[in-house]
């Protein structure tokens, strides 16, 4: 192949004003290869070999550095190493103080259970001790000693007994004293009364608790005994009229609101109330009389002289079931006279009350 | 003219429904006997009887209200009293003393406040006569 001609250069100038300088120089490298290349063997080399000792001389650098490297990781994975360890290190110290401890507490543990135990079996031994002493005890010892206790009791109620009497003797001179002789006198008649209905009731009551028992036994052949009952029960019944009218100073029937009030005012049932609830042995006692106190209450403040009041009344004595609670209090012969007392009177006042009772 | 009697009226009703014009109270003390009213009472009155306090006291509030607002002075007075005697019952002296003055004051003249009387008589001197 010759040198480039002028004709060439005229056809690449013209081809570059054609295409472009891009599409030239592609057409100018085309023509460049097909063009033969001269023999330089020294200048043909020395860029490969510059490359050559170019890129042996990045190895060798890029070797050294990752070496450098390397010994950097190292180093850094060392003090890594040497930080866990001494953590685990402190770890473990502390768990077997822990631990240390842990055993300390399980010995001190084991020392109480074994106290405890001692203890119990101490206790044991103790309460053994005492039931051998209380099966040796003499029979015949309790038995004085339980007929002491009812001795000192019974002695107790004596005293007691007298006391009352005695205070009964002191309010007895004091109303005297006190120039209310003919009132006390009065209240005392009245009370003397009302405890002999009391006892005539309580005896009447008695006697009808008797014949149903008599009558349970002898069942439905006896009818003598029926009849006995049924009249005691009609002689019963009879007996708290009479009382009621005795109570109440009223002797027709029926008995109307008005004067069922009168007694409760004149005989000062309201105000005698909270002093006997005071007496009150049980918390059904006293119930009772909180129950008949607001009965009472109630019956203050109706009409006078009103059937449809006389009805309510009723319908609420009913609803309180007062008067069978009173008869059941009354049934036991146990309780402080003034507080049977004061039941009783409860009892006349609210007897026959929208035709209850 | 029918307009200002209208008028008069319905304030008169107005005033007297809310207390505001004197009351005079009757001077005999008698009664007036509604059964409705009184049954109402009586369920309260049974549950105080039993020694439900807490719910009766409640039901007496309720009723003496209720009453108080009808104009309806004798049982709202009633109603009242028992709200105290509840509370008394209850330990609440101090409650049951204010209630019972306050009956005896707005309704001197009616029954309820004869046992209000009795009962502040009895929690200021407990009785000491004979039993």
């Known amino acids: ?357 | 003219m029918w307009a200002k009697t209208t008028m008069a009226i319905l304030l008169a009703t107005f005033a007297g429904g809310c207390g505001n014009t004197p009351y005079s109270e009757p001077t005999d003390k008698s009664h007036s006997f509604d059964k409705r009213v009184e049954t109402e009472l009586d369920q309260a009155i049974a549950k105080a009887a039993d020694g439900e306090y807490a719910e009766a006291a409640a039901q007496f509030a309720e009723l003496a209200e209720r009453y108080r607002q009808s104009g309806d002075r004798e049982h709202a007075a009633a109603a009242m009293f028992w709200l105290g005697f509840c509370r008394e019952r209850q330990g609440r002296l101090e409650e049951a003393r204010e209630i019972y003055e306050q009956v005896e004051t707005r309704y001197p003249a009616l029954p309820a406040a004869d046992q209000a009387r009795r009962r502040l008589q009895l929690l200021t001197e407990p009785d000491e006569g004979e039993i």
């Open chain 1, 1 to 357: 192949m010759s040198e480039p001609t002028e004709r060439d250069e005229d056809r690449l100038q013209r081809m570059l004003q054609r295409w472009g300088a891009e599409e030239a120089v592609r057409e100018s490298r085309a023509a460049d290869a097909e063009r033969p290349r001269k023999k330089r063997p020294l200048l043909r080399w020395l860029p490969a070999a510059i490359a050559a000792g170019l890129l042996l001389a990045s190895l060798v650098t890029f070797h050294l550095a990752s070496r450098r490297g390397e010994r950097n990781t190292e180093t850094a994975g060392a003090n890594a190493r040497e930080q866990n360890g001494r953590d685990l290190r402190r770890e473990l110290a502390a768990l077997r103080e822990e631990l240390s401890s842990t055993h300390a507490e399980a010995d001190a543990a084991r020392e109480r259970a074994e106290r405890l135990a001692e203890q119990q079996a101490a206790h044991r031994r103790q309460l053994d001790e005492l039931r051998a002493q209380l099966d040796a005890a003499d029979p015949t010892a309790l038995a004085d000693a339980q007929r002491e206790v009812e001795r000192l009791s019974e002695q107790l109620q004596q005293e007691r007994q007298r006391s009352e009497e005695l205070a009964a003797e002191l309010a007895s001179a004091r109303r005297r004293l006190e120039g209310t002789l003919d009132v006390a006198e009065r209240a005392e008649q009245l009370q003397v009364r009302v405890d002999e209905l009391a006892a005539r009731l309580a005896e009447t009551d008695r006697e009808l608790r008797r014949a149903a028992e008599r009558e349970k036994e002898l069942l439905a052949g006896q009818g003598d005994l029926r009849a006995e009952l049924e009249g005691l029960a009609n002689r019963h019944a009879a007996l708290l009229r009479d009382c009621q009218s005795a109570y109440l100073g009223w002797s027709d029937r029926p008995v109307v609101l008005g004067v069922r009030q009168s007694a409760v005012s004149e005989n000062r049932l309201l105000q005698r109330a909270s002093r006997v609830r005071q007496m009150a042995g049980s918390p059904e006692t006293a119930e009772l009389i909180d129950c008949v106190e607001v009965v009472l209450t109630r019956l203050m403040m109706l009409p006078s002289e009103s059937p449809a009041a006389e009805e309510t009344f009723g319908r609420l004595l009913k609803q309180t079931d007062c008067l069978a609670r009173i008869d059941a209090a009354l049934a036991s012969p146990a309780g402080p006279r003034a507080l049977r007392a004061w039941l009783t009177e409860a009892k006349l006042v609210l007897m026959g009350a929208g035709n209850v009772g």
